[in-house]
């Protein structure tokens, strides 16, 4: 998958265009860093629970995942907590599906109905490392421009 | 009108129901997945004859040699036969083989992630900044055991 930064910098950006979402950037941001935090740390430290922990690297478990979040929120604004981290949590998906790998992906969206990997293949994992200093610009850079404005006003 | 899922009504029971959901699909996942390992294939050797295996699971390059080379998945260590150029021991390596009925693996495919450390440790500043952002803007009311903003 793309590094957590690369998610998190290309969410950043998605809420400055997406206006309806930017009262919940925090939300939306950890929404997209969610099935890496969530996943990796446990097969990083044990390996023989890899397979334990790729289903939480699914659709159908973040589903679960944002739901069960969103009750740790006040209930007014519950609902929308679940509808914000879970369109994170897809839009993370979203990039993890333009990776290479070698052998079958290990992305199953269809999971539980299917353990079909599916990827587009684009480019290997690190290759968001070259991507990210010019991320990191963009973020930087609409934050200055956002300080500069409300300066202004 | 909040949806019954949302309000507060049972609201530990459904915490506990989503928790043991989450749990059981995870040990779906372990109990049926569709890895084949290598023991699989040595218990039937013919049955698995010309089956491809994929080694990915932190597997490091062990020892290096003309024509095979070994690679370490936690106390596992596998020789597979093929092209050795460009291997380093102690790097990390992703692999596709084809097992044989004689035991022998063949090497299909591999890649080195040469930058995965460094992956690490920028996803890790990530993680950092995402705790310090939410904890920012969110504090946790300890009457009502939810998070509420500042």
Not at chain 1, 40 to 63: C, E, G, N, Q
Not at chain 2, 109 to 133: E, G, H
Request: include cysteine; aromatic fraction near 16%.
């Amino acid at each position: 998958m793309p590094d957590l930064c690369t998610h998190v910098c290309v969410a950043w950006l998605l809420t400055r265009i997406l206006r309806r979402i930017e009262h919940y950037t925090t939300i939306f941001l950890i929404g997209n860093a969610l099935p890496d935090i969530l996943s990796r740390p446990i097969y990083m430290f044990k390996s023989d629970l890899y397979w334990f922990a790729i289903p939480i690297h699914t659709p159908a478990v973040m589903f679960l995942v944002s739901l069960l979040i969103s009750f740790l929120f006040d209930c007014k604004e519950r609902k929308q907590i679940f509808l914000i981290l879970f369109s994170g949590t897809m839009c993370h998906q979203f990039m993890d599906l333009f990776q290479k790998h070698v052998g079958s992906s290990p992305y199953f969206l269809l999971f539980p109905l299917s353990w079909k990997g599916i990827s587009l293949g684009l480019f290997w994992p690190e290759a968001s490392l070259f991507f990210l200093p010019i991320l990191v610009l963009l973020v930087l850079s609409t934050l200055l421009f956002k300080r500069r404005f409300s300066v202004m006003k | 009108m909040l949806p019954v899922v949302f309000s507060n009504s049972y609201r530990t029971s459904k915490i506990f129901i989503l928790l043991s959901v989450i749990f059981m699909l995870c040990i779906c996942g372990y109990l049926n997945n569709p890895e084949i390992r290598y023991e699989e294939c040595l218990s039937n050797p013919e049955y698995f004859d010309g089956t491809i295996i994929e080694i990915k699971r932190e597997s490091k390059v062990g020892e290096v040699k003309n024509h095979y080379f070994q690679v370490i998945q936690g106390r596992e260590k596998l020789i597979i036969f093929g092209e050795t150029n460009c291997l380093v021991p102690g790097d990390d390596i992703r692999v596709t083989a084809r097992f044989h009925k004689d035991g022998k693996l063949e090497l299909l495919d591999y890649y080195i992630p040469k930058l995965r450390k460094f992956k690490i440790y920028v996803s890790f500043l990530a993680t950092c900044l995402l705790i310090f952002l939410f904890l920012l803007r969110y504090r946790f009311d300890w009457e009502n055991k939810i998070f509420v903003k500042k």
